[in-house]
């Protein structure tokens, strides 16, 4: 059984930095596609960042460009998202999701992806 495992999210200030990260168990395959979406409260789960199974193509929101940068590690299949410049806008619980398919194009819509960690709490404050 595949587990994802969120980690680094917390309570910063804005304009602070913070990097998360996504580690993949299980299962007996590498990691296809990977994503990180957001949820905010009251709001629907949102598209954030995406990367393809190479590292070689990723794809990110509107509101994340040139803020955010999302990596993997295929070695530790880990995948990563680091997040400057943060803004209360940013206030979500990240997950981070993950599919076998070694596509390469990096998906962008929830059904893209098989697997979702538990998420993880990102607080901005103004």
């Known amino acids: 059984q595949v587990q994802l495992v969120e980690s680094g999210g917390g309570l910063v200030q804005a304009g602070d930095s913070l990097r998360l990260a996504c580690a993949a168990s299980?299962?007996?395959?590498?990691?296809?596609?990977m994503g990180w979406f957001r949820q905010a409260p009251g709001k629907e789960r949102e598209f954030v960042a995406a990367?393809?199974?190479?590292?070689?193509?990723?794809n990110y929101a509107d509101s994340v460009k040139g803020r955010f940068t999302i990596s993997r590690d295929n070695v530790k299949s880990t995948e990563y998202l680091q997040m400057n410049n943060l803004k209360p806008e940013d206030t979500a619980v990240y997950f981070c999701?993950?599919?076998?398919?070694?596509?390469?194009?990096?998906?962008?819509?929830?059904?893209?992806?098989?697997?979702w960690g538990q998420g993880t709490q990102v607080t901005v404050s103004s």
């Open positions: 999701a993950a599919t076998p398919r070694r596509t390469l194009v990096p998906g962008t819509a929830s059904q893209d992806y098989d697997f």
């Open positions: 990367i393809n199974w190479r590292g070689t193509r990723t």
């Open positions: 299980g299962g007996t395959y590498n990691m296809g596609r």
